[in-house]
């Protein structure tokens, strides 16, 4: 939709929408208001019980893991096991209280946000949708979000654990607590709280005026101009929202300067132990408030610096070490300045990690009916998925897999970032701000890199690909027919170490709350290919819903999709994702 010329005409367009605006609002703020108790019920008792019930298996596991982990000193273990029971008693309240403020949260915005998208462009019965968006869909929206929960508590806990215990020490030194600095770092800890507490408060009040009319002002710029926010229809309702909401939005913001400022001040306990120097965490507690000053100046777009002294606080600072000579030469690698907030039109990829799952699900399904087909996934791979441990042919290397063939693609097509099957780009300087993307982006760039380097053949990218989907598994490998290993030893080595990287960061992306929900739709869809394999010979597998409707038939992104036609379903899931 085009914006209105002329000044007039746009002031003419905002009155006679606020109306509307308010009704939806008022409208969306009942249902939030009727739906809440029962939502915050809902997840409140869910989220207990499972804190509750796997209490004792975290207690007992985590002993376990850390009695057996060959990363910590028998000091440190010590140490840790007689302050795990404050540990869980701490989680108990803290998941608890947390649930019940996410459950009102949930249960109170879900509705008002539904009613408010069922005005959006396209849709049809849009009186009846505004008073039945944000009903059953929160209600069903509450159950996946204590079913996630229980996933994270649970498969993902139980990854962590095992990680620990798998892992060895660095160097082949274990940590130690060291009991000399024990109390200079309890002393400087003490201080930092005392010092970065009411500095940091004091600059965020004093900040605080600033961002709200500053936000108010550029929410109002684009109002008027129909730019940012406001250059769609469907995205009016929220950014008028955005504009009524600002002052707690900045009140929020000021609580959480606060809040880290405990933790920005206390960190100086951890500089004093780990550089063993009590002079350099008195560094740190003044280092910290010019790190503060000057990030909430790049934030809010004020002038660069810090008018608080910033001394050296580490002996050694960590630089990056680049193995290939052609990773310091990327463009996707190199550093850049901190990007500034000046405008809500800065232009970023609007990608969520939600979306990136589904489509790498997506590809998941397509590439393992494939694997399927051809024998390499068997039926003995997808029950072990369905058991508890687990398979790690279909639930790491598989999406290990379908990660390489986006990276192979990315090297082919010579792109400095990543570049999704919708001709999407996504690098360094375009990415989503989610912090999902920090932990994830810069890996998957230095493993593209990496794999350029190589400069790989068509069978050495086959190799790869088996070695990455088989988890390097010898007999597996040996009778599978795809790719045969390179004559060079060092290069089968560099291979080697490119699959185990990979499949370590799908294991890690594989503790994201919705991936096991998702996964278990994937292994029932390889489960019913299978089984028509192996009754019907040659009958074709039904590929007419894609692996994201049969996700979305249950209902787990509050989206109703029942009363749509397969194209109109197509066209809501066109962009086909690969990474996660």
């Not at 009319?213 to 950014?239: M, N, Q, S, Y």
């Not at 070695?467 to 030893?489: A, N, T, Y």
């Amino acid at each position: 939709m085009e914006a209105p010329k002329g000044f007039l005409a746009t002031l003419w367009n905002f009155i006679c929408f606020l109306p509307y605006f308010f009704g939806l609002l008022l409208l969306g703020t009942i249902k939030g208001i009727v739906f809440c108790p029962l939502i915050c019920l809902i997840i409140t008792i869910g989220n207990s019980s499972i804190i509750l019930g796997l209490l004792p298996f975290h207690g007992y596991w985590t002993c376990y893991s850390i009695v057996r982990t060959k990363l910590l000193g028998p000091f440190l273990k010590l140490f840790i096991c007689v302050f795990l029971p404050v540990v869980l008693i701490l989680w108990v309240v803290v998941g608890i209280v947390g649930s019940s403020i996410g459950g009102i949260l949930y249960g109170f915005l879900s509705p008002i946000f539904a009613t408010f998208d069922a005005v959006g462009k396209g849709k049809t019965n849009v009186f009846v949708h505004c008073f039945y968006d944000g009903t059953l869909s929160t209600i069903s929206g509450s159950f996946t979000v204590v079913r996630d929960f229980y996933d994270v508590c649970f498969h993902s806990y139980v990854s962590l654990m095992e990680d620990l215990r798998q892992k060895g020490p660095p160097n082949g030194k274990y940590y130690e607590i060291k009991f000399l600095y024990l109390p200079p770092a309890l002393i400087a800890a003490v201080l930092g709280f005392i010092v970065d507490f009411p500095v940091i408060s004091l600059i965020a009040l004093c900040k605080s005026p600033y961002m709200l009319f500053k936000g108010w002002r550029r929410l109002f710029h684009d109002l008027i101009g129909r730019e940012g926010p406001f250059l769609e229809t469907i995205c009016v309702p929220f950014a008028g929202l955005a504009i009524l909401l600002w002052p707690l939005a900045t009140v929020g913001a000021v609580l959480g300067s606060m809040v880290s400022s405990i933790f920005l001040g206390a960190y100086a306990g951890v500089i004093v132990y780990q550089e063993s120097s009590f002079w350099f965490g008195l560094c740190y507690i003044i280092a910290s408030l010019s790190i503060y000053d000057e990030y909430s100046n790049d934030v809010l777009d004020m002038p660069e610096g810090s008018c608080f002294a910033r001394p050296k606080y580490r002996q050694n600072l960590k630089e990056p070490i680049s193995n290939a000579g052609s990773l310091s030469e990327s463009d996707s690698l190199k550093p850049h300045p901190p990007a500034r907030m000046d405008s809500l039109t800065n232009t970023r990829i609007d990608l969520k990690p939600l979306e990136l799952l589904e489509g790498l699900f997506k590809e998941c399904r397509r590439h393992g009916e494939k694997m399927v087909s051809e024998r390499l996934i068997t039926s003995k791979d997808i029950e072990e998925a369905k058991l508890t441990k687990g398979s790690r042919v279909i639930g790491i290397g598989l999406p290990a897999y379908c990660l390489l063939q986006t990276l192979l693609r990315s090297v082919n097509s010579n792109r400095s970032g990543i570049l999704l099957s919708d001709n999407t780009e996504i690098t360094a300087t375009n990415r989503p701000k989610d912090t999902f993307f920090d932990w994830f982006l810069n890996p998957f760039l230095i493993l593209k890199e990496q794999i350029k380097s190589e400069n790989l053949s068509e069978e050495e990218e086959d190799y790869l690909g088996k070695l990455v989907l088989l988890c390097g598994d010898p007999e597996r490998l040996k009778i599978s027919k795809i790719g045969s290993p390179p004559e060079s030893d060092r290069k089968r080595a560099e291979l080697d170490a490119i699959a185990r990287r990979l499949q370590g960061i799908t294991k890690s992306v594989s503790r994201y709350p919705t991936f096991r929900r998702l996964f278990e739709n994937l292994v029932n869809i390889l489960s019913e290919d299978l089984a028509k394999k192996s009754n019907g010979g040659t009958q074709p597998i039904r590929r007419s819903k894609s692996a994201l409707a049969v996700i979305f038939s249950n209902k787990s992104f509050n989206r109703n999709t029942s009363n749509m036609s397969d194209q109109e379903l197509q066209s809501t899931i066109a962009r086909d994702i690969e990474i996660a």
